[in-house]
């Protein structure tokens, strides 16, 4: 089965500074990799999804991720926090089968200190 | 175009009561979930739906839960006999076609069961 880990429930940053949220995952072949943000009482907006195109994946708002199959990981980053970045962060897997729902990992809350 | 919907934003109910929360889809998507997010435990995959059809119910959490959907577009969500363990928030979220492609998340409805 499928499971994501993400390190760290929160993570704070002062505001210019880089921001690392980290994603790990476990499954037997490469899967599809999503980031969401979930900002306070709304709903998930998609930030950025690999799919096997490109491991560096360019997503909204200036933040990317990489994929790196030999470590398991698609962290997200973006070099430099803005005020408006303070949120939750999710980040999901799905398999290539296309049968099977997205699993999330817990969500790691982003705080921007001015 | 009008994006993922769900009614009510906030329902506030006593134990006991059976509660509806509804969902609509963006319109054209055949598949659409249902998440139940509670403080600190990210997302709970609940149910999928594939036109009106639920391949996948294997995270109804009881038999007090159920899930319908007709006409391939609006989705409701039924708990009976809540219990003050169902207090979260409920997500809805829909994809054009199956399970891996990109879900697209509605506000979510916040049930309180007093």
């Known amino acids: 089965a499928q499971s994501v880990t993400q390190l760290g429930s929160h993570v704070s940053v002062s505001e210019g500074a880089l921001v690392l949220l980290r994603c790990n995952y476990s499954?037997?072949?490469?899967?599809?990799l999503f980031w969401y943000v979930q900002y306070p009482n709304q709903g998930l907006q998609l930030l950025l999804k690999?799919?096997?195109?490109?491991?560096l994946v360019k997503g909204i708002n200036g933040f990317e991720a990489e994929f790196k199959k030999s470590e398991t990981s698609f962290h997200l980053t973006k070099p430099s926090a803005h005020m408006s970045d303070a949120a939750e962060y999710f980040c999901?897997?799905?398999?290539?089968?296309?049968?099977?729902?997205?699993?999330f990992g817990k969500g790691t809350r982003l705080s921007v200190i001015a | 175009g009008a994006g993922v919907s769900q009614s009510p934003s906030n329902k506030v109910t006593e134990k006991g009561k059976d509660v509806e929360l509804r969902c609509d889809p963006i319109?054209?998507?055949?598949?659409l979930y249902w998440y139940r997010q509670s403080l600190g435990q990210g997302l709970e995959f609940l149910i999928y739906?594939?036109?009106?059809?639920?391949?996948?119910k294997s995270g109804l959490p009881s038999d007090r839960f159920s899930a319908e959907r007709t006409g391939g577009s609006v989705s409701t969500l039924t708990i009976q006999r809540t219990q003050q363990e169902d207090s979260a928030v409920y997500l809805c979220?829909?994809?054009?076609?199956?399970?891996?492609?990109?879900?697209?998340f509605g506000p979510g409805t916040r049930l309180t069961v007093l």
């Open positions: 979220a829909s994809s054009l076609t199956r399970i891996g492609d990109t879900q697209y």
């Open positions: 999901a897997v799905s398999d290539l089968s296309g049968n099977t729902p997205l699993v």
């Open positions: 319109s054209g998507h055949t598949a």
């Open positions: 690999y799919t096997s195109a490109a491991t």
């Open positions: 739906f594939q036109g009106n059809s639920a391949p996948d």
């Open positions: 499954s037997s072949v490469p899967p599809y």
